[in-house]
């Protein structure tokens, strides 16, 4: 028995809430608890909500299940391969389980669902001006709000109808075994070819720092990224899009993804009632994989106003979006300090680096925080903002931390951004890593130390140590 209920929708957080546990007690009373409920979105063309449908139904005995408060959702649009996608989930749902569950594509692989074994990894694409740049992520820790507007590419969109480089050179090289693996091995390598740098070994093996392969073992995969170089020895940087879909290693729709993104319509709003805030992802889906925050929640990765890495009056400011990636890429950090490359490859593989953010790293409050440590030695600053009022305060990194996993966020407040002095410009800093891996492993130990030098003499001297 199908019992519809129409309601329009003045207000969606509102009316969905009321008009949901209106007509789920209704149900109950009527049928004696022996009802299920479903509910169908209409938008028009603003993606505004204009009715919400109401589906009570009868179940059967053996078919009965309880109740649950269903919370409003979002529309989120993004380009899946070639096609464009609107999904009303919620939007704290991992990446990975809409690619598999709601879109069935299934070469993307479930894995250790922590961002360790890489078999999620998938590429994720962003535009900047006229160009989407492409970089590797790990589905199992993107929450689905974070992809809203961009361009979501599987191993079941990267052919054009036969093999890619990536999949050659994987068979030439006898570099797969049973194949779990390999569809994260083959998008890692594709998001190789697709960056804008040129192809080398040491970037190529880089690459794929993240991904674990568990039978074949990695020599025939060393040699299989390093023919992948040869093939893209003549790619040309600054269209490494345009070069690959010409050469055919690309289906040609790749180039019809800036234009359609430009004109892809989002609609993720900063709602100003939160609980739950996402940044990369990469702490919050670890610790509480199963949250489904509804619209309870807001994601900053793409917040502008929390990106950017700045000298400002003697200090350094940096977003707290800005993510290990782009602290990594910023001539400003690399001038501050030189070997920037080394110490942050140690923190965790290309995929997550594209993904963590330095404000969910000090959010997270752990003891063996990489970027907290190194940060604690450069004597930096937190910037908290409250959300509602904008009013701002300044907290030291060394007392931002009250506990383990505790911290001088008060309620309504979000890191806004760190700063640390640059006023000493010779300034020596170093910062290692005790782990069982080199790479993507929790510190074991993990030490920053920062010197400053004045006429040959040490002027201040900070140290920090964690694990």
């Not at 209106?22 to 004696?32: E, G, M, N, W, Y």
Request: net charge positive.
């Amino acid at each position: 028995m199908l019992l519809p209920v129409a309601a329009p929708v003045a207000n969606e957080k509102t009316n969905v809430r009321k008009t949901l546990f209106a007509t789920a007690t209704i149900s109950r009373k009527l049928f004696k608890n022996r009802t299920g409920c479903s509910l169908l979105f209409l938008y028009d063309q603003q993606s505004k909500p204009v009715i919400i449908v109401f589906y009570v139904y009868l179940l059967e005995d053996h078919l009965r299940i309880p109740f649950f408060h269903l919370r409003s959702r979002l529309m989120i649009r993004f380009i899946l391969n070639n096609e464009e996608v609107s999904a009303m989930e919620d939007p704290g749902m991992p990446l990975l389980d809409f690619i598999r569950g709601d879109a069935h594509l299934k070469g993307t692989k479930i894995g250790c669902r922590e961002g360790d074994c890489g078999a999620c990894t998938v590429l994720e694409g962003r535009l900047h001006g006229k160009l989407v740049k492409y970089q590797s992520i790990v589905s199992c820790l993107t929450p689905l709000g974070n992809v809203a507007g961009k361009h979501i590419v599987t191993i079941e969109g990267i052919s054009s109808g036969g093999l890619v480089p990536a999949q050659k050179v994987m068979i030439d090289h006898g570099a797969t075994q049973c194949g779990f693996c390999t569809p994260g091995f083959v998008l890692a390598f594709t998001a190789f070819a697709l960056s804008h740098q040129p192809a080398g070994p040491a970037r190529a093996i880089d690459a794929v720092s993240g991904n674990i392969c568990r039978c074949t073992g990695y020599a025939s995969i060393e040699r299989a990224a390093s023919d992948l170089c040869r093939i893209l020895k003549e790619k040309d940087p600054g269209d490494p899009v345009g070069w690959l879909a010409g050469q055919g290693f690309l289906p040609a729709w790749f180039l019809t993804i800036p234009g359609r993104l430009s004109a892809l319509q989002t609609n993720m709003p900063e709602n100003a009632d939160i609980k739950i805030i996402y940044g990369g992802g990469t702490d919050m889906l670890v610790r509480q994989p199963d949250c489904r925050p509804g619209t309870d929640a807001v994601f900053l990765l793409d917040n502008k106003e929390l990106k950017g890495i700045r000298e400002e009056n003697g200090y350094c400011l940096v977003g707290a979006s800005v993510t290990v990636t782009e602290m990594m890429g910023s001539q400003l950090m690399r001038s501050l300090v030189p070997r920037i490359d080394h110490f942050f490859r140690l923190i965790s593989s290309e995929s997550i680096r594209n993904m963590a953010t330095i404000g969910g790293n000090l959010a997270n409050a752990s003891p063996a925080a990489d970027l907290a440590v190194f940060f604690l030695a450069l004597d930096a600053n937190v910037h908290l903002r409250c959300w509602n009022t904008g009013e701002e305060r300044i907290v030291a990194l060394k007392k931002f931390f009250t506990a383990c996993k505790q911290t001088a966020i008060n309620p309504g407040e979000i890191i806004h951004h760190l700063s640390f002095p640059v006023a000493e410009r010779k300034q020596l800093v170093n910062f290692e890593k005790v782990s069982k891996r080199i790479t993507l492993d929790i510190a074991s130990v993990n030490s920053a130390i920062s010197i400053a030098l004045h006429n040959g003499h040490f002027r201040n001297v900070h140290v920090s140590v964690g694990g």
